[in-house]
């Protein structure tokens, strides 16, 4: 199906398919050049025309963050499948139905109790489950740190029960909370150091331990060397946001999701813009509120996307934005932005705000617009 | 369709139908009691049996956020329906096709020049829209002030353009800011006064202002007297949440929505247990983050809904959700909530988090489960 800009209704999120197919380049590349695979993680986007697009550009396979999203991608036909949240064991049916029908579903763990659940149900079931093990590299959130000393037990446990031990992975997540190129580097090299750590630790031991998975998308676009890595996943970066730029690891014109709002109101004493466009459809996504720029709930661009500095979404209720403008410019607003006129906003977060919508309007380089459905809930 | 607590893949948005029954009942006496009619604003729920068990107990349409809202309530038998968000020039065509269906769509505008672009509209199509006009009772959003020079001039343009000017209407968002019964009281006092008075001089301009509309959870249940008004809009009660009850409008067994989630690790030196239910199922809504009292992003209960004093999801990732425990009760966290186990947290802001969710799982007093579906996108 195919439209054009000016006749859609607001809000609707836009995505702009050659920053799209540029950002999937890039990332593409960058792991060519450093030697691995890259397997991108499509919570970002939950939408199959741009998971193909990761997948025509060289990506081996998916990560996904829910069984759903691997239920959609085995049944487009992509078979190698990371769920990169550790497992619930009321999910080992749902696992192992896909399992079932073909799909090389990978699952994760981060203790003894839930490996031998794994094992107790895969040996039930006649199962062999490839798991992978969660190794905390920055002490953001899960995983088990490389001299933990559970983590060879973890890994006897699923290996002795006859599981397949496919390797170590983890996320260093905290790259969200930094913004220089050094500090990046250094975390990059952390992450990957202490991953490959865990992974010799496993073979010292005498287990099995093939492959290494690390990746954020600042990390991955951060790291110099990625020696003793088989794998990177990375998400945001098919879009990037306002955190990531504020991270400092894409360029503005890098930014390919925005949501398009229409003006409804203003308070002239205010200096207020009211749009369309309220938290149901950037989300309550604040991710900029503690970095080097506060973008509110999202910065504000043209209908044609040039962005209006200083222009920004300051409040946000259920289905209206506020947009106010940089100091000194609030004049004539109702002239400059009238009633029915329309905006660009860019969110600060791609995953939380793409959520939001049933599908992104995707707008081609010849100004086509397709629609692309999204997946939302579990 | 019916199932058991146990059989529910986790993470899910459990109703409390007793509680939300009892909720409507709240409102709805105290508006009978007021002596005004009650329009709930569905933008809460976006949920049909919800809707219905609204209308049984008595409300006067229905108020909404979206047009897709109004379609999906019209397809379903209510006919007076209130698209609450000031209209965009753009949607009047989406507008017109539900009323010459035969719904009684109502509009809203704050401005002469929207005001305008509605005459224009309807005249072209011969089409007597149903317009309201948004008073500023506090200063948090839209509407025009009640000494605002253009009130009258808004009024006159939608009166001479032919248009049906039903009345004025306000909404008390600054509510959400308070706390105390006499700030809410006062509050309250306000948005009816303000409201009132504007109804008053566009009837001494000698032009029609029937309906006076106010109304927001916290001031309607507030409100010692409701003199001048005809309507009262409220959203949130239906479900109520931690907000509320920050505000002090509503008591713990009055939230009627939860969020069922899976224990799926732990980080035993933290004191952390790692669940399923991340941000994609609480929402990045961090409304008592500046209230008396800041959740995170929601209350710890047991799985059979009992309040575990300063549990909190204190941290939240896409798909995995931080809990923490009051100071001193970190101990033995993983025999105390093996791997496993299930938990149920009360989010902020009920409206926010319902919208991350295809349905409501809906608990009714036999322990039954139904499916009930919700709206998504616009």
Same mark, same amino acid.
């Given at each position: 199906?195919?439209?054009?800009?000016?006749?859609?209704?607001?809000?609707?999120?836009?995505?702009?398919?050659?920053?799209?197919? #540029?950002?999937?380049?890039?990332?593409?590349?960058?792991?060519?050049?450093?030697?691995?695979?890259?397997?991108?993680?499509?919570?970002?986007?939950?939408?199959?025309?741009?998971?193909?697009?990761?997948?025509?550009?060289?990506?081996?396979?998916?990560?996904?963050?829910?069984?759903? $999203?691997?239920?959609?991608?085995?049944? $487009?036909?992509?078979?190698? @499948?990371?769920?990169?949240?550790?497992?619930?064991?009321?999910?080992? $049916?749902?696992?192992?139905?896909?399992?079932?029908?073909?799909?090389?579903?990978?699952?994760?763990?981060?203790?003894?109790?839930?490996?031998?659940?794994?094992?107790?149900?895969?040996?039930?079931?006649?199962?062999?489950?490839? @798991?992978?093990?969660?190794?905390? *590299?920055?002490?953001?959130?899960?995983?088990?740190?490389?001299?933990?000393?559970?983590?060879?037990?973890?890994?006897?446990?699923?290996?002795?029960?006859?599981?397949?031990?496919?390797?170590?992975?983890?996320?260093?997540?905290?790259?969200?909370? %930094?913004?220089?190129?050094?500090?990046?580097?250094? %975390?990059? $090299?952390?992450?990957?150091?202490? *991953?490959?750590?865990?992974?010799?630790?496993?073979?010292?031991?005498?287990?099995?331990?093939?492959? @290494?998975?690390?990746?954020?998308?600042?990390?991955? %676009?951060?790291?110099?060397?990625? #020696?003793?890595?088989?794998?990177?996943?990375?998400? @945001?970066?098919?879009?990037?946001? /306002?955190?990531?730029?504020?991270?400092?690891?894409?360029?503005?014109?890098?930014?390919? /999701?925005?949501?398009?709002?229409?003006?409804?109101?203003?308070?002239?004493?205010?200096?207020?813009?009211?749009?369309?466009?309220?938290?149901?459809?950037?989300?309550?996504?604040?991710?900029?509120?503690?970095?080097?720029?506060?973008?509110?709930?999202?910065?504000?661009?043209?209908?044609?996307?040039?962005?209006?500095?200083?222009?920004?979404?300051?409040?946000?209720?259920?289905?209206?934005?506020?947009?106010?403008?940089?100091?000194?410019?609030?004049?004539?607003?109702?002239?400059?932005?009238?009633?029915?006129?329309?905006?660009?906003?860019?969110?600060?977060?791609?995953?939380?705000?793409?959520?939001?919508?049933?599908?992104?309007?995707?707008?081609?380089?010849?100004?086509?617009?397709?629609?692309?459905?999204?997946? #939302?809930?579990?």
């Amino acid at each position: 199906m195919s439209a054009s800009l000016s006749s859609l209704d607001t809000p609707v999120a836009l995505l702009d398919v050659s920053r799209m197919q #540029h950002n999937i380049q890039r990332m593409q590349q960058r792991m060519n050049e450093l030697g691995v695979r890259l397997r991108p993680h499509v919570k970002t986007s939950k939408c199959l025309p741009v998971i193909q697009a990761q997948i025509a550009a060289g990506a081996s396979g998916v990560t996904v963050s829910t069984l759903k $999203e691997a239920e959609h991608c085995f049944a $487009e036909g992509i078979n190698d @499948v990371f769920y990169a949240v550790a497992i619930a064991p009321g999910k080992l $049916e749902q696992a192992l139905r896909l399992r079932r029908k073909g799909c090389r579903l990978s699952i994760l763990t981060d203790s003894v109790a839930a490996a031998r659940a794994i094992v107790v149900f895969g040996q039930a079931h006649d199962e062999r489950f490839d @798991v992978w093990i969660e190794i905390d *590299c920055d002490g953001h959130r899960s995983g088990l740190t490389v001299d933990d000393p559970s983590l060879i037990e973890v890994a006897r446990t699923l290996v002795d029960g006859g599981m397949q031990l496919r390797g170590v992975m983890t996320h260093a997540g905290s790259s969200y909370d %930094l913004d220089t190129p050094a500090a990046l580097q250094a %975390l990059a $090299e952390q992450e990957r150091r202490l *991953c490959v750590s865990a992974a010799e630790r496993i073979r010292q031991a005498g287990l099995p331990c093939a492959d @290494v998975s690390i990746g954020s998308t600042p990390t991955a %676009l951060s790291a110099q060397s990625l #020696h003793g890595v088989t794998e990177v996943r990375a998400g @945001v970066y098919v879009f990037f946001d /306002l955190v990531m730029h504020n991270i400092g690891v894409c360029r503005a014109d890098e930014l390919a /999701l925005s949501v398009l709002t229409t003006v409804i109101g203003h308070q002239q004493d205010k200096g207020w813009i009211i749009v369309d466009a309220g938290w149901m459809a950037m989300s309550r996504d604040r991710g900029t509120q503690r970095q080097r720029e506060d973008f509110g709930y999202g910065q504000v661009c043209s209908e044609t996307g040039e962005w209006i500095d200083g222009a920004r979404v300051t409040g946000a209720n259920q289905e209206h934005g506020i947009i106010t403008l940089a100091a000194g410019s609030e004049a004539d607003i109702s002239e400059r932005f009238p009633i029915g006129s329309r905006l660009r906003i860019l969110p600060n977060h791609a995953c939380a705000t793409g959520a939001q919508f049933p599908d992104y309007h995707a707008c081609d380089s010849e100004g086509a617009i397709h629609t692309w459905s999204r997946l #939302h809930g579990w």
